[in-house]
């Protein structure tokens, strides 16, 4: 299945899916590399059983990773140093607790580095990567035909003296927002600026004069149509 020009499939450690709805396509984009927020968001207990399982599946497929970076004897020396602290607490004071934060921050740095060498290591297969033990990330879902007209615009005074916000609903897949400024005098030159978020600010505007804005999106396959104007006049 061919894409839009300037698209193209992306190779090793990302598998592709495409789906069609009314009037677009979305790609859905796999990335195949190991998900590590759980490192961060996860309890203890629950981090460190995620580790232990990781080091479990790494040991039992040594074919796949021969030469695990670090090696798995120093993660499993990390992990235990912090599974005794969490048996300490129960009965401890301040000092366990900040060694116990200490010992997850070595043991949490660790397990990034073994993330980055499964990334290699996976050779960009998901039934390689599934046997480290690591989750893998999240598909990404991104649309790729034409956006639709950006709706729900809104122009607000800024938080200075001649500032106008114009705020739109976010559109899934635009990769910028490219805000067109129009002041209502003769002769006036419309003013374009781009902006990769959803909101963008003018300055600089002339008090009492009244000004219409209108977004595009933009994404893979070009601009969308202008949205519906709206106007107001600096202050």
């Known amino acids: 299945m061919a894409l839009p020009d300037g698209l193209a499939f992306p190779s090793k450690g990302i598998r592709q899916l495409l789906y069609f709805g009314a009037a677009y396509a979305v790609i859905v984009i796999m990335i195949v590399k190991p998900a590590i927020q759980w490192l961060n968001k996860d309890s203890d207990i629950n981090m460190a059983a995620k580790v232990g399982t990781v080091l479990l599946a790494m040991a039992e497929n040594v074919a796949l990773y021969p030469s695990p970076t670090p090696p798995l ?42 993330a980055a060498h499964v ?4 050779g960009g297969k998901m039934e390689n990567l599934l046997l480290s033990g690591f989750p893998p990330q999240k598909p990404v879902h991104t649309r790729i035909g034409t956006l639709p007209q950006p709706q729900g615009l ?16 976010p ?61 107001l006049t600096a202050d």
Not at 78 to 86: C, G, Q
Not at 154 to 169: M, N, P, Q, S, Y
């Open 119 to 122: 990334t290699v290591a996976c």
């Open 154 to 169: 809104t122009v607000k005074h800024g938080a200075r003296l001649g500032e106008l916000v114009a705020r739109i609903k």
């Open 73 to 114: 004897a120093v993660v499993q020396t990390a992990l235990d140093n912090f599974k005794d602290t969490l048996a300490d607490m129960p009965d401890s004071g301040p000092s366990t607790t900040e060694r116990k934060k200490d010992l997850r921050k070595v043991l949490v740095g660790l397990v990034r580095q073994l």
């Open 171 to 231: 559109v899934f897949g635009a990769v910028f927002y490219s805000y067109r400024l129009t002041a209502n005098t003769p002769g006036a030159v419309p003013v374009v600026e781009s902006d990769t978020a959803s909101f963008h600010t003018f300055s600089g505007l002339i008090a009492g004069v009244k000004y219409t804005i209108e977004v595009s999106a933009s994404g893979a396959a070009g601009p969308s149509d202008w949205s519906g104007p709206a106007s």
